[in-house]
């Protein structure tokens, strides 16, 4: 599954939502591409308070932070 992880530069938060998709039993079949916000403007417009988000391409869902592994299974089945 393709992910789009928007983070940014120095987000403990983005550390701990990274840590928490390596937990989930589908991590190895995950395809993650991170952007970080502060790289482009309209990115930084959307995301700049809810960062980290995890966004599904093939339904265009989004998972802000705070979540657990539970909620990120939840997401991703």
């Known amino acids: 599954m393709k992910l789009a992880f ?3 530069p120095q987000c403990h938060l983005c550390e701990l939502a990274d840590e928490v998709l390596a937990k989930t039993s589908q ?3 995950l ?3 991170k952007y970080n ?3 482009d403007a309209n ?3 959307l995301y700049a308070v809810r960062i980290p988000v995890i966004k599904r391409l093939d ?3 989004e998972l802000g932070w705070p979540f ?3 909620q990120a299974e ?3 089945s």
Do not use: K, P, W
């Open 6 to 8: 928007y983070t940014g």
């Open 27 to 29: 991590s190895q079949q």
């Open 31 to 33: 395809n993650i591409t």
């Open 37 to 39: 916000i502060r790289e």
């Open 43 to 45: 990115l930084y417009h």
């Open 59 to 61: 339904t265009g869902a």
């Open 68 to 70: 657990d592994v539970e």
């Open 74 to 76: 939840n997401f991703l």
